[in-house]
């Protein structure tokens, strides 16, 4: 007899997606890194990173309790480099926590650690 196993719905919103454009984004083999610096120091990492079909659209999806500001870095293992776009949380519009399902998980940086194994 197959068990069941129940999903449990994670937070995402939109809203914790940064999305840039202006360029070219190009697509490579190798799974593409967003990451969010301040000075030389990294401090978030996406929890994984799109190209649009077209190239012109890099989206990285992060843990909702992203950094205050930085700047966003992408490219790939073998190489990374800066994106023009600065990074402000303050501009995010955060979902009422009250209104959701106490079964929704916050997808927070402590839980993505604990799900990776670190």
Sequence with gaps: MAQSSRLCPN??????????????????????????????????????????????????????DVPAQGTVEFGYPDQLGRASAKFQAKSIKRLDRKQLGRDVV??????LKRKRGY
């Design 11 to 64: 937070l995402w919103t939109r809203k914790s997606t940064i999305s840039v454009t202006g360029g070219v984004f190009p697509q490579r083999a190798l799974v593409p890194i967003m990451r969010i610096i301040q000075g030389k120091k990294v401090v978030a990492y996406s929890w994984f990173t799109e190209i649009s079909n077209d190239g012109r659209t890099l989206l990285g999806h992060f843990a909702t």
């Design 106 to 111: 916050d997808v927070t940086t402590e839980y």
